[in-house]
Structure formats: structure tokens, C-alpha cells
């Protein structure tokens, strides 16, 4: 069990599609990342918000649109994916100070056609 | 931000104890040093965190020299459900990268 929760856990989109993948958290934790990971890779950061505002961009293409509405949500919107950006997308919470650890929810697997 | 260098794979039995071992030569001195395990199409799990000496938990010990320029991760008696891709990451900020992991594979 997590208590990080994304949906869809499977996505697969074509693409000229718009979609979004959903976190969410109920911790209280106020950062809040995505990461993007390839098979037999490490998870690769993408965007990091601080109190629900962005902080970290890893210069990541503008076809992924990260949004936090709240304190509880975040949001990563896909526009005119290509078939490379196939990947297992990870949501992750921090409840932040300098060392408090990372929690993950279980992905969104997504797949471009 | 402190690059970590970990083994690629290791090998073990059931009932060993492993040790995995990072590398960290530029740790700064606010950084900890965090483990995670992660299992194929899962989130990574947090498994142990420290700063210097010696931390132990319920599933694994951190060991830390004085220099923190490296931590080794240990494991107590493997199961096959050890199996899994280790991560050390070091850091103190937001901006938290994961290096390359160590591959785990328990056999019976």
C-alpha cells in the first residue's frame, strides 16, 4: 500500500492526444515531484513543487505540463507525446526540512502509440 | 549535489547477509545519505536514512565512516523477496537525483 495514489495506473494515448496523470497525497507533505523512469533505469527528475509552487523544471519539453492545484494534487498534463516518451511516470511526496525522505506512489505506466 | 557511485548488480543466496556499498566523495556537510529499494513497476520504498556512525531499523543497518565519503547498506539474512533494485541518494535540498542503483538478485 501507498499513500501516494496515481491514475490512471495504465495510460495508453496516441500521439495528437491530450491526457493528465493525477497524484495524490493526504500526508501534509509540501513538496511534491515527478519523475519520469525507462526500463532497467533510475527514476529521472522532472519537476519538483515547494508549497505548491513549481521550483525544479530539469529543462523537461513542453509537451509535459506539470500543475499542483493544491496542496494535495498534482498534476502532469501531455500534449503531443512522441513514442521515446513511453515510460513508467512516478509521483512523489517529501515532507520537507532537509532530510525527510521520499515517498512514491506505484506510477502511471504510459505508452505512446 | 553529491554524485553516488553504487556496484551495477550483485549476487547473493537466501539466509547471506549483503552489503551494498556508495559511493559518495563530494557529500557536503548538510547532505544525508537516504536508501531506497525499489521492485519492478512499483514507486521506490524508503528504506534507511543517516548522517554519520551507525543507524539500524527493523529491516537494515546504514554504516557510515567518519569521512561520510561512502555508506554501506546491509542487509541481514536475504530472502528471495529481497530481490530489487537498490538506490543511495545523497542530498539535503529538493533537487534529489537517483544514481544508477545496484540490482540485488537473491537466489535460493
Known amino acids: 500500500d501507498t499513500e501516494v495514489t496515481q491514475t490512471p495506473k495504465h495510460l495508453v494515448m496516441g500521439m495528437t492526444n491530450k491526457k493528465s496523470l493525477k497524484c495524490e497525497q493526504h500526508?501534509?507533505?509540501?513538496?511534491m515531484y515527478w519523475y519520469k523512469q525507462k526500463a532497467k533505469k533510475p527514476p529521472e527528475l522532472m519537476f519538483v513543487y515547494s508549497y505548491e509552487k513549481l521550483s525544479i523544471n530539469e529543462s523537461v519539453p513542453s509537451r509535459f505540463s506539470p500543475e499542483c492545484p493544491n496542496s494535495s494534487l498534482l498534476n502532469l498534463h501531455l500534449h503531443a507525446l512522441q513514442p521515446e516518451d513511453s515510460a513508467l511516470y512516478l509521483c512523489a511526496t517529501r515532507l520537507g526540512g532537509d532530510n525527510s525522505p521520499l515517498h512514491f506512489g506505484n506510477g502511471t505506466r504510459l505508452t505512446v502509440t | 549535489l553529491a554524485k553516488t557511485t553504487q556496484p551495477i548488480s550483485m549476487d547473493s543466496y537466501e539466509g547471506q547477509e549483503v552489503n551494498i556499498t556508495c559511493s559518495h566523495n563530494?557529500?557536503?556537510?548538510?547532505?544525508?545519505i537516504t536508501w531506497y529499494q525499489q521492485f519492478p513497476s512499483q514507486g521506490p520504498r524508503f528504506i534507511i536514512q543517516?548522517?554519520?556512525t551507525k543507524v539500524t531499523n527493523e529491516v537494515a543497518s546504514l554504516f557510515i565512516p567518519a569521512d561520510r565519503k561512502s555508506s554501506t547498506l546491509s542487509l541481514p539474512r536475504v530472502s528471495l523477496s529481497d530481490t530489487a533494485v537498490y538506490y543511495c541518494?545523497?542530498?539535503?535540498?529538493?533537487?534529489?537525483?537517483f544514481g544508477t542503483g545496484t540490482r540485488l538478485q537473491v537466489f535460493p
Open positions: 541518494l545523497v542530498g539535503d535540498s529538493d533537487k534529489l537525483i
Open positions: 500526508m501534509g507533505h509540501r513538496a
Open positions: 543517516g548522517y554519520k
Open positions: 563530494n557529500i557536503a556537510t548538510n547532505d544525508y
